[in-house]
């Protein structure tokens, strides 16, 4: 069979991707395409070219309807299963369903498939009991060699993290901790900029706001960096002016603009929004509008009978009107994948659509093109960084700082991503890569803690060492066992100074509050060298530059790379203070020096 559409270069490389990985592998994998990238073309072709029995899912019947449609575009015949669409049909060799259909009727999918391909696939969550995991389960009972194929554009959730591990081009995501994730390859992706510098995607025109902007940043942040909805409607309810004005200066900027959606923070702030906007030109969704009518509103909007659109979290994915070419920003969010899922919504190409007029009213400190670092930002002013492994040379990308010449002044990165080279090889004709061991991750690590038993060295969060499999000694253990002690001294060290006197290296670590402890190395003794190359040598400059220290007049040249831990333990001695414990790299839930809580 012929097929009706020439693939772009990069739908038939991510076509050739999936094809040579399953040749070699029964692991699950990841596709990562940007929105409006072609996923549905992609998936039709690789349906086309299945011998066997596979099953599309996705979330939405919407996306069940427009998969289904590429695919008979071909001139073959599929079936669809979705309750939304009033179809039950899993007769064909390709069934395209939703999720939550196939879950209600388990029993009519116990044929033997080879090869699941999920829409949408960073809706998949790693638990076993969720709809999409009971289905891969009972298919995997009739076939223990089904492929699972995952497409989307936001690999990465806030709630969730990285939901791969591995990446063709030679990186790990996450952490070790994580073995949760609902894939383990990542197969083929491609950037956001190649689609708009290449004219597949629309330009975006990122204008800051002319007028006045929400301050979200005083409220407090839960571990995935977002703010409770309590928290955002009140501080909106005190400056209702502010949202006025914004709406003002969208409606004016919105005058030679042919669609507009505006992205609300929380349901009472969509409502206040629609109320300043013409009513019989715009339509409100939320999570709680009636299907029925969510779809009438679309449809009149995507009919251009509406020119505005205001919805809160619920048009971000699934959702296709080409002739957007306004996007209004007023919630907050430290997702780059939600910003990218939002901005995504104006990018789709449309006759005589020039550019997509992007406003962003909440502040976000979000960069459009960068990378997805994979953590919540430590602190506003952080930014994507390159680090590069003393150990095996890989560039990481993590949170960090830069100074003026934009050199690297600081990152909060724990473990090298790298991938270190397979020493067996590729796999063998006729082999599966399933049946070799998984790639190795570099084991440097920027923050670890050392176990006591072995020296190995272990993340920040570990309980039990890596190694030697022994427990780790808690920090938060270490400073409350310290602080019930009459004779033990802890102070939040907020800088360290160095004196050296010959071979000897007085180091003096500030707490806070004034306070004063000091230790001394000999470097002509090697038990000493060794012990201070360890704690600051191993570190120094956030161990991106680690060193081993033969001189203390060497170690003076440094003394501004070298870090200072976190807190500082000392006993009592009859007339000092003995140091015996340094605290690096702290995440407990004590306050840290200077910190403001």
Known sequence: MTAPFTLRPYQQEAVDATLRHFRRSDESAVIVLPTGAGKSLVIAELARLAKRKILVLTHVKELVEQNHAKYQSYGLTGGIFSAGLKRKDNQHQVTFASVQSVSANLDQFRDQY?????????????????????????????????????LTATPYRLAMGWIYRYHYRGFVRGFEEEFDKPFQHCIYELPLSYMIN?????????????????????????????????????????HQRVTRAIIEQVMELADERQGVMIFAATVAHAREITGYLPEQQTALVTGATDLAERERLIQQFKQRRLKYLVNVSVLTTGFDAPHVDFIAILRPTQSVSLYQQIVGRGLRLDAGKQDCLVVDYAGNSVNLHHPEVGEPKPNPDSEPVQVFCPGCGFANIFWGKTDGD?????????????????????????????KKPRPEQCDYR?????????????????????????????????L???????????????????????S????????????????SFDFSKPAQRSVFNKLF?????????????????????????LPAPDFVIARKQKHYWQVQERIFDYQGGRRKANALS
Not at 504 to 519: A, I, M, R
Not at 544 to 559: G, N, S
């Open 114 to 150: 080879s090869l699941v391909i999920i829409d949408e696939c960073h809706r998949v969550s790693g638990e076993e009991t969720s709809q999409y995991q009971r289905i891969i389960e009972l298919l995997r009972q009739q076939n223990d060699a089904l492929k699972v194929l995952g």
């Open 198 to 238: 290449r004219g597949f995607l629309t330009r975006p025109e990122l204008v800051n706001a002319a007028v006045a902007q929400y301050d979200f940043s005083a409220l407090p942040r839960d571990r995935f960096g977002e703010y409770a909805e309590k928290d955002v409607n009140q501080l909106l309810g005190k």
């Open 406 to 434: 934009g050199r690297v002044v600081e990152h909060y990165g724990r473990r090298c991503q790298g991938v270190l080279e397979d020493p067996v090889g590729p796999a063998e004709a006729g082999t599966t890569q399933a």
């Open 446 to 478: 920027f923050r670890f803690k050392e176990c006591p038993h072995c020296s190995a060295e272990n993340d920040i969060a570990a309980r039990n060492c890596h190694q030697c499999h022994k427990a780790i000694i808690d920090p938060d253990d270490q």
């Open 480 to 502: 409350r066992d310290a602080l019930k002690l009459k004779d033990a001294l802890v102070i939040r060290c907020a800088g360290i100074s160095l004196s050296d006197r010959g």
């Open 504 to 519: 000897k290296l007085k180091l003096t670590y500030h707490g806070e509050d004034g306070e004063e402890l000091s230790e």
């Open 537 to 561: 040598g191993r570190r120094l400059a956030s161990s991106q530059a680690p060193k081993a220290f033969t001189t203390a007049d060497q170690v003076l040249e440094f003394q501004a790379l």
